[in-house]
Structure formats: structure tokens, C-alpha cells
């Protein structure tokens, strides 16, 4: 069975810049889940996405949005980019509702902002 | 809010020597999960407790699930190199939030 991808893997924007990231979960699951990760914050939640409805939201700006497609597949937009945005975004796929059961991690994109 | 504290935040040991990082939820969980990732790499699933006072173990790791459910805590036996890495704790909450712990990043000296 294929793994999460995400594309791209890697991301170079200016700010003010926009950028969408994409994730396409393992066959069958229905929820994506989105995290930003830095070096200082860890794993923070951004939203998480189950047959197309956000189910939750972490406490991020509205710079950064998502959607979830009729194939499980998930998009994450963030608007007008700042230099702080500048992490790995992981998404991360599941069966049930994420936190019900394990998670599947993609292989992260890699956003730099200059 | 609900928050997942976890420490150490870093724990340097000598290959054979043990490891032990510890979760606390402010507020009572409905389960725990673990995570490992490895430097450069993604975090990758070791395990799920739901019951209270629950343990597992897989080989060299014992997990446990506290009586009251707001702490865990992971044990690695004996660290070899291959356990370097950041060790995560996440839990869902009772009002359906997911949370992740700030992580315990592990070396270990051959």
C-alpha cells in the first residue's frame, strides 16, 4: 500500500508570497490532518480534514487554509507568507478520526520563506 | 487550554543505558499515542494505550497509561544508537481535541 505523499517536498517564497501544499492520504483514509513543525514549537496542529469537512482547527491565522477533496486528497493554502512561516509541514492521514487511531505520516514539505 | 507537557526535552545517555520520557495532560485523555522521528524524517507510530493503568511493551520499549489517565510515560531498556530520536506523546482529549507533546529528543552515545 503507498504511503502519504506530499508535494512538493521543498519551497522556496519571498514574503507576502503564496504558497499551496498538497497531500494525498493512503488509499482508504478518509481524514488528513495538517501540522506545522519549527524547531522551537514542535508539532502544532493546523486542521484536519475527514470526508471533506474540517472537523478541527488549531490556533493559527486565517492565512492559513485547507480543503479536502471528494478522493481524500488534501490541500493546504497559506496567503500573504511571513519569514515565521518557515517550517516543515507534515501531513498526516487515518481511517477514523484522527486521534482515534494511528496516524500515517507524509514525508513533510519543506517551506522556506525569504 | 489543554496542554500535553512532556520532559525532558533532551536526554543525552550512554549506548545500554535506559530512557525514560514522561507525558502529563492537564485534563483526563481518552487515549495516548506515541511517536518516533528520526533526524530528517517523519514522526512514525509506535503504539495506542486506551485503558487506564494500561502497559504495553514492544521489545526494549514499555509503555504505560496512568490510573487517572493525564500521564504516560515511554521506557527504553539497555538504548542502542538506533533509538536516536525525538519521542512524541499525543492524546485526544474528551472534547474531541488532538494534542501533541513537545517532544523528548534522545542521543545516544556508542
Known amino acids: 500500500k503507498a504511503g502519504v505523499t506530499q508535494t512538493p517536498r521543498y519551497l522556496i517564497k519571498t514574503r507576502g508570497q503564496q504558497v499551496t501544499l498538497s497531500c494525498s492520504p493512503i488509499s482508504g483514509h478518509r481524514s488528513v490532518s495538517w501540522y506545522q513543525q519549527t524547531p522551537g514549537q514542535g508539532l502544532q496542529f493546523l486542521f484536519e480534514y475527514f470526508s471533506e469537512t474540517q472537523r478541527n482547527k488549531g490556533n493559527f491565522p486565517g492565512r492559513f487554509s485547507g480543503r479536502q477533496f471528494s478522493n481524500s486528497r488534501s490541500e493546504m493554502n497559506v496567503s500573504t507568507l511571513e519569514l515565521g512561516d518557515s517550517a516543515l509541514y507534515l501531513c498526516?492521514?487515518?481511517?477514523?478520526?484522527?486521534?482515534?487511531?494511528?496516524?500515517?505520516f507524509g514525508p513533510g514539505t519543506r517551506l522556506t520563506v525569504l | 487550554g489543554q496542554q500535553v507537557m512532556q520532559i525532558p526535552q533532551y536526554q543525552h545517555v550512554q549506548e545500554g543505558e535506559d530512557f525514560t520520557t514522561y507525558c502529563n495532560s492537564s485534563?483526563?485523555?481518552?487515549?495516548i499515542q506515541w511517536y518516533k522521528q528520526r533526524p530528517g524524517g517523519h514522526p512514525v507510530f509506535l503504539i495506542q494505550l486506551v485503558k487506564s493503568g494500561e502497559v504495553k511493551k514492544q521489545k526494549r520499549l514499555t509503555f504505560q497509561f496512568g490510573e487517572a489517565k493525564k500521564n504516560s510515560s515511554l521506557h527504553i531498556t539497555a538504548t542502542q544508537t538506533t533509538d536516536v530520536g525525538t519521542y512524541f506523546c499525543?492524546?485526544?482529549?474528551?472534547?474531541?481535541?488532538?494534542?501533541f507533546g513537545s517532544g523528548t529528543k534522545l542521543n545516544v552515545k556508542p
Open positions: 485534563t483526563t485523555l481518552s487515549n
Open positions: 499525543a492524546g485526544r482529549s474528551d472534547f474531541n481535541k488532538f494534542y
Open positions: 498526516a492521514s487515518s481511517f477514523r478520526d484522527h486521534g482515534y487511531n494511528e496516524q500515517f
